[in-house]
């Protein structure tokens, strides 16, 4: 169901970003054709050469690279899907308030395609209120949300506010794609 689906990923900077490696062999192996959009922070947690190598296409980082300019409008036309993984508790406050400070942002700003997330935090910070008052607002401008997952995390706690799997998160976008055809 992801042949020839254009998935744009969307990586912030979490310590779940190193489940992403995986995520995009997945999607590649489905028959997707995935570009990713790094933070600078992101870089912190995954490498931009394993992904460009797993994606098959250059990984964008910042605005103008290379006396070019990346294209956000393009970007945000192109995917069939804007998926943010992992969506760290700073993007997401920045997309309940329309911040733009990066290229990601810039690029979620633009998307006409449906924009997906798969949040990852510790425990205490996906139940602040704050956190699920910014998710209600994603949510109540037409973005999904993929559920966290509970078990073990970064800090050592044991809880909920772990990304989904990659598998997980594979079959979600595959079952999107089945719905919304």
């Known amino acids: 169901m992801l ?7 969307g990586i912030t900077g979490s310590i779940a970003a190193y489940k992403l490696p995986l995520l995009v062999r997945l999607l590649v192996k489905a028959g997707a054709e ?21 994606s098959k296409n250059s990984v964008i980082t910042e605005l103008s690279q290379n006396d ?7 970007l945000g036309r192109w995917a069939d899907v804007f998926l943010l993984a992992p969506l760290s508790c700073n993007t997401l406050a920045k997309m309940a308030h329309g911040l733009c400070d990066n290229l990601l942002m810039a690029v979620y700003l633009s998307a006409t395609c449906p924009v997906v997330a798969a949040p990852a935090m510790d425990e205490d910070m996906w139940h602040h209120p704050s956190t699920k008052k910014n998710l209600q607002t994603i949510k109540g401008i037409g973005n999904q949300v993929i559920p966290v997952e509970s078990g073990e995390l970064a800090s050592g706690l044991v809880g909920e506010g772990r990304m989904a799997e990659p ?7 595959e079952a999107f794609f089945l719905i919304s055809n």
């Open 3 to 9: 042949n020839n689906k254009k998935i744009l990923i």
């Open 34 to 54: 995935v570009k990713l959009i790094m933070t600078p922070a992101s870089k912190d947690f995954v490498s931009p050469l394993v992904l460009s190598t797993l």
């Open 68 to 74: 070019s300019w990346a294209n956000h409008v393009r």
């Open 167 to 173: 598998e997980t998160i594979a079959a979600w976008l």
